[in-house]
């Protein structure tokens, strides 16, 4: 119940990371499963339809379900205490926003056992979804589920927006402002312009599902390309979303770990706001071979290519950073370097895409596979592998054990390496993605074999990071308040974990790496900004939660409106929008209750902070 | 923030009272950051609509289908509700709770007028002209961009007639102001939009 009402931003980064953690599982069996299909030519393990059901589910749920929100646990768990803020600006929105994540997620999946997952590729292109072509109920729960779960990431990225505007503590300008919080800022601004067109994309495919519009059929007039460019002009400032926050996870763990300041900060700061930029220029490089013409293919092929120089410029900093300095390879660290060389290559691979000629041979095959692998495992998962074991112990208060730690790093980069390195020269070679198996003697057979036994070491990768976790969580909660000795951000002043209100006093803030500046002056912790007071502090409310419940059952009725049913009674409920009408007003209704009932919230007395 | 409620109590409100408080400051902040999503959100589907606008399917045309004086008529209202809303919040920065309770009521029920133009334009459409949801990419197009709006109004009245019932209940506080201003901004944004609609679909649809 605790859970359920909860608006602390700590525990929701929680529920955060357990949500994205069962989905990236449920992802990453979708993945296992595929490569075994692979793994021979002309396998039957698989049938062609549940093929394209994997695949299309493998994509979705790892981006918009599995790497997402573990993202916004990070993010929830650190954006705060990195800034000096007792909280997040909107703590309800913040418990609101996880819910319909959740309740989105969990009706996408839903249609594993409701009747056929969708089927049309993570992109869901028309004709391919139209009802044409796919003709269950699988596309509906894309565009719905997205739909419910894409609120959240908004309210998500509203949220953080506001919160680093406002909340941070005295001293704190925006060029002293820790890399992660940049990035995160850089990130929700991203989200925040690049996510309503994907609403209005779900909306539209959605409409012309269920209620026969014609914005993708041809025969009414419609535009299947239309929907590339709405999706891209989503899709691609999505990549992004991704990926900065694995840039800022980066610049954190490098520079503490080398016991160095981050090498150019303004420069990074720069390059994020330019490939943020940039990033909404170049959404038709996805469509060079729609035909969109020689003019459009060279504008958006130079565009691309520029993204390659604010990118290179966070390398080199990195490295820089490195140089010179003490370096220790803890476990964060072994996967922050190994995401520079990693990442480096599917950058590589990228430019190689983005020069439209080129394309027009890599696309829909392995290559372009190996590059998005490349860049969003290679680059964001270990990027995100990084963050947990830096900052598991500010989270839990529990140190993860090292040497499984370094146990996980080497199965899985190396697993890694085997799984997606060879799918280049098999794109090279002609082998297309989103087919669901392949001839004999085509030189495919020895290079699928070894990807797929890649992949199988990526998963004993995982193995071993869940039971680091599990031996973990039997230990005592005893790490210290800076555990890995050399912070140099905000929150490592503070126990781990934080306490409900994280900062007893607000910290002031006299330079950038505020912590680590006290420390090489000499001091102990950070000099208050304020004397100690009464904290105020919001109210628990299972509010947020009932909304997405509300959400939830509005998408099932809307999905099955036009559906007949075996039941008389049933089929009444749905076709007169019944059920939907249902779970709208539990929603507005929850609204409503929130807006009647005032929530002063509550208050923590400086007796009972000094009794800690 | 327990200076500016003790001052709400007693009824002397700050001069800008939906910025009094952190919680109000945020929620403004908050609250234009959103309206930039939705100005994202609006132009997609402004984009779908002019990329979608000839293609009619042999269905009605927008030459044949609209009614410019209907239309004039309902962005009179809208304009006016508008004015109207502007009137409250100067209302509400006087502190004059009663005043400012009836110009949100004028706002609403001249924000529901339009709406019932819209539906009876929208039902006129569909059982005299056979324009409806399924005839073509155009009318998919102009009930999807012209419906948002709508929905997006109907939304509004709702609010702000929560927010009237909240000014009977609670008074004009640093709490309730900020909400009051955001419902006003949010208003404003739906007229913005709707000019635009009024020049993109149906003035462009006359003319080009
Ligand atoms: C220097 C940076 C990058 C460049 C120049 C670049 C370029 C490209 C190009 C041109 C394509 C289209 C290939 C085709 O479909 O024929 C592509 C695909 C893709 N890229 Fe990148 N990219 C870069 C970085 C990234 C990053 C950072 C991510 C994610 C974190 C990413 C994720 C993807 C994905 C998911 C696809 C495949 C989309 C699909 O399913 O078709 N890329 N990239
Ligand atoms: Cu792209």
């Known amino acids: 119940m605790d859970w359920i009402t909860t608006v602390d931003h700590k525990k929701i980064a929680i529920l955060y990371l357990w949500a994205g953690g069962l989905f990236f599982g449920i992802g990453g069996l979708e993945a296992i499963l595929i490569r075994i299909q692979l793994i021979k030519p002309m396998n039957t393990f698989l049938d062609a339809q549940t093929f394209n059901e994997l695949i299309t589910m493998h994509g979705t749920t790892m981006i918009f379900l599995g790497v997402m929100p573990v993202i916004f646990a990070l993010m929830n768990a650190v954006i705060p205490l990195q800034i000096g803020a007792r909280d997040v600006a909107f703590p309800f929105l913040n418990a609101l926003g996880f819910w319909t994540f959740l309740f989105g997620g969990i009706l996408l999946n839903l249609s594993w056992i409701m009747g056929g997952a969708p089927d049309a590729g993570w992109t869901s292109y028309t004709p391919l979804s139209t009802t044409t072509y796919s003709a269950t109920h699988g596309v509906d729960f894309y565009t719905i589920g997205l739909q419910i779960a894409g609120l959240g990431t908004l309210i998500g990225g509203i949220n953080f927006l506001a919160t680093i505007i406002t909340m941070r503590a005295p001293g704190m300008s925006y060029m002293r402002m820790p890399m992660f919080a940049w990035t995160t800022f850089i990130t929700s601004a991203i989200i925040l312009f690049a996510f309503p067109a994907i609403t209005v994309g779900l909306v539209l495919l959605t409409f012309d599902r269920i209620l026969g519009a014609n914005f993708f059929e041809v025969g009414g007039g419609g535009n299947p390309v239309l929907w590339q460019h709405i999706f891209w002009i989503f899709g691609h400032p999505e990549v992004y979303i991704l990926i900065l926050p694995a840039f800022g996870i980066i610049s954190e763990v490098i520079p503490t770990f080398a016991r160095k300041r981050l090498f150019g900060y303004s420069s990074m700061v720069f390059a994020t706001i330019l490939i943020a930029f940039l990033g909404f220029m170049v959404w038709a490089h996805h469509m060079f071979t729609t035909g969109l013409g020689p003019v459009a293919n060279a504008l958006f092929s130079v565009s691309t290519m520029l993204i390659a120089v604010p990118t290179g410029i966070k390398i080199f900093n990195w490295l820089f950073t490195m140089w010179g300095g003490q370096v220790r390879f803890t476990t964060p660290n072994l996967f922050a370097v190994g995401f520079i060389p990693t990442f480096t290559m599917g950058g590589v691979t990228g430019v190689m895409l983005a020069s439209a000629p080129a394309d027009f041979q890599f696309h829909d095959t392995y290559f372009v596979v190996a590059h998005f692998h490349y860049v969003i495992v290679g680059g964001l998962v270990l990027g995100l592998f990084a963050g947990l074991h830096y900052w598991w112990p500010k989270m839990f208060g529990r140190m993860l054990d090292e040497g499984l730690g370094k146990w996980t790093f080497w199965t899985f980069i190396i697993g890694f390496h085997m799984t997606f390195f060879v799918q280049h020269f098999l794109g090279l070679m002609g082998m297309q993605r989103r087919v669901f198996t392949y001839l004999p003697n085509q030189q495919f057979d020895l290079l699928n074999l070894i990807s797929t036994i890649g992949a199988g070491l990526m998963g004993v990768g995982m193995l071993f990071f869940l039971a680091n976790i599990f031996l973990t969580s039997r230990k005592p909660a005893d790490a210290a308040d800076d555990p890995w000795e050399d912070g140099r951000t905000l929150e490592w002043t503070i126990p781990s974990p934080p306490p409900e209100y994280n900062f007893k006093q607000t910290p002031l803030v006299r330079g950038i790496d505020a912590f680590w500046k006290e420390k090489t002056a000499g001091h102990k912790g950070m000099t208050p900004s304020e004397p100690v007071g009464s904290i105020h502090m919001p109210s628990a409310t299972i509010l947020p939660f009932l909304m997405s419940v509300g959400i939830f059952i509005a998408g099932l009725g809307f999905m099955f409106s036009r559906d007949t049913f075996s039941s008389e009674a049933l089929s009444f409920l749905f076709n007169n929008y019944i059920v939907t009408g249902l779970g709208l007003l539990i929603t507005f209704g929850s609204m409503l209750m929130r807006s009647l009932y005032d929530d002063h919230g509550w208050h923590i007395e400086p007796e009972e902070l000094e009794g800690r | ?208």
């Open chain 2, 1 to 208: 923030m327990t200076t500016a409620h003790a001052e709400a109590v007693n009824g002397t409100l700050p001069h800008e009272p939906e910025k009094a408080t952190l919680e109000g400051r945020n929620k403004v902040l908050a609250f234009w950051l959103f309206l930039g999503g939705e100005a994202v959100l609006f132009g997609t589907l402004f984009a779908t609509f002019l990329a979608l606008r000839n293609q009619t399917n042999e269905g009605p045309s927008a030459n044949e289908l609209f009614h410019l004086p209907l239309v004039a008529a309902a962005t009179f209202l809208l304009l006016v509700s508008s004015l109207t809303s502007v009137f409250a919040i100067q209302a509400m920065h006087r502190n004059r709770p009663a005043l400012l309770r009836s110009w949100l009521l004028v706002t609403v029920v001249l924000g529901a007028a339009f709406l019932g133009l819209e539906i009876y334009e929208f039902s006129e459409y569909v059982r005299h002209e056979e324009f409806g949801m399924t005839t073509s990419a155009f009318s998919s197009a102009f009930y999807t961009l012209v419906g948002f709006h709508g929905a997006h109004v109907a939304f509004g009245i709702l609010w702000i007639s929560v927010l009237i019932g909240q000014l009977v209940r609670k008074g004009l506080t640093v709490v309730t102001a900020p909400k009051i201003y955001v419902s006003a901004m949010y208003w404003h944004f739906i007229d913005v939009v709707w000019v635009f609609i009024f020049t993109v679909v149906y003035l462009l649809g006359k003319v080009g």
